[in-house]
């Protein structure tokens, strides 16, 4: 390509250089939990893969012959080739969505069991669900207040401006990170003709790993019956509650989520998302959510897996365990406080301008941690920094070695 196009994307670039936001895809190889990045051997700190299972040899070993023991006739197909609305709606994803409801359910008192309304719907990624499914209830005729923290994931805050400015009877507003005061000041603000709020939160946040209080969130919801949740359990989805739920299980407040969205890109190590909410409002979404709609349902083979690392997921405690005690021993040494309360595996090192947590990656690279630099627009100006994530592979002692090189 020549002419103005090509100038203007140079010029662009080298700005983006000139302030250290310039982002290249790292050459890297994976062999087992190692990544090789120019001939140099790192330990993984950066990746979503929490539980390790990314590089569980044996478990994919296990998975294939698995695959293998079925007759060809009803082995999962490469690729869906359509919508789940058209030809897409392959056999694995159903099975799939009543065994995500199954395990939803065991975490129910027996009470709530009985009663549960709620149903499964999959589809293809978190960014999916998160920019689809706030547009489709804002086409409801309600008036519709939407809350939300502000430090919530892209995908959500592309999910809201998605609404458009059109839709006249949705508002939108946001409060400060984590600020409980702020919603329910808010909430009480919300003029009598809103007929329902919908506060919009992650659970664990991606960029802060910190947890959003839904304890706090149930009891505003009581108070308010226009109050609806929705949560983002991206990073909390196989890393905390007993069976591997999120924080919501953890906190036993699943019954009081109305849109309890999880993904399988992280802790599953498999690709794909989905929304657990009332039976209806999953017949709204199939029918009225465009990035559901309008997009090629993901391979059977790849739920076919998430259906295989699903069915033990209940039993993997002991990896969820080592993985907050590592956590732990590293968020003591950054927080500089031996009382640190478990969060996450995320651990932010904020480092504040982008050079120094380029150079501090770089320093980390050197010791042998695949570390990345976490700049703006990723999270907000000056507070670039090195998101540490631990996963259930790495040792005592790699986490010891880590802490050594932070504090050097
Ligand atoms: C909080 C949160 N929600 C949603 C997503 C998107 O999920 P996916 O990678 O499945 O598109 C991410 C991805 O990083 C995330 O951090």
Request: proline share 4%; net charge negative.
């Amino acid at each position: 390509m020549t002419g103005p196009t090509r100038l203007s994307v140079s010029t662009q670039l080298d700005n983006l250089k000139s302030k250290e936001q310039y982002r290249q895809l790292p050459p890297v190889r994976h062999e087992d939990q190692w990544i090789i990045l120019n001939e140099q051997r790192l330990l993984n700190i950066s990746s979503n893969d929490y539980l390790g299972l990314g590089n569980e040899t044996r478990l994919q070993s296990e998975f294939l012959t698995h695959l293998q023991q079925m007759p060809e006739s009803l082995l999962p197909k490469m690729g869906a080739t359509s919508s789940r609305l058209l030809t897409g709606n392959h056999s694995q994803l159903p099975l799939l969505e009543q065994e995500l409801l199954d395990w939803y359910k065991l975490a129910l008192s027996d009470e709530q069991r009985s009663t549960c309304n709620k149903e499964v719907l999959v589809v293809n990624s978190g960014y999916h669900a998160n920019i689809g499914i706030l547009p489709a209830l804002a086409k409801l005729p309600l008036n519709t207040l939407i809350l939300t923290d502000t430090l919530i994931h892209a995908s959500l805050i592309d999910g809201v401006r998605l609404i458009g400015s059109k839709n006249k009877h949705c508002s939108y507003q946001r409060y400060r990170h984590n600020d409980m005061k702020h919603l329910a000041a808010l909430i009480e603000q919300a003029s009598e003709d809103i007929e329902r709020i919908i506060v919009v939160t992650e659970s664990i946040f991606s960029m802060d790993g910190d947890r959003a209080d839904l304890k706090a969130l149930v009891n505003l919801k009581a108070q308010d019956p226009r109050i609806e949740l929705y949560i983002d359990e991206a990073h909390a989805v196989g890393v905390l509650g007993h069976n591997g739920l999120g924080l919501a299980e953890e906190t036993q407040t699943l019954e009081d989520i109305d849109y309890l969205v999880g993904t399988f890109g992280k802790a599953f190590a498999s690709m794909g998302a989905y929304v657990i909410c009332d039976k209806s409002v999953r017949e709204w979404l199939v029918n009225q959510m465009r990035s559901f709609i309008f997009s090629t349902a993901l391979p059977p083979i790849t739920h076919c897996w998430t259906r295989f690392v699903l069915a033990k997921m209940p039993t993997l405690y002991n990896l969820r365990t080592h993985l907050a005690d590592l956590s732990v021993r590293v968020s003591q040494v950054i927080n500089a406080d031996s009382n640190v309360a478990y969060q996450s595996p995320i651990i932010p090192y904020i480092l504040g301008d982008n050079a120094s947590a380029v150079q501090k990656a770089q320093q980390l690279q050197q010791a042998g941690f695949y570390a990345l630099p976490i700049r703006p627009p990723t999270v907000p100006v000056g507070t670039a920094r090195i998101r540490l994530v631990m996963n259930a592979k790495l040792t005592t002692g790699d986490c010891d070695r880590l802490i050594e090189q932070l504090t050097s």
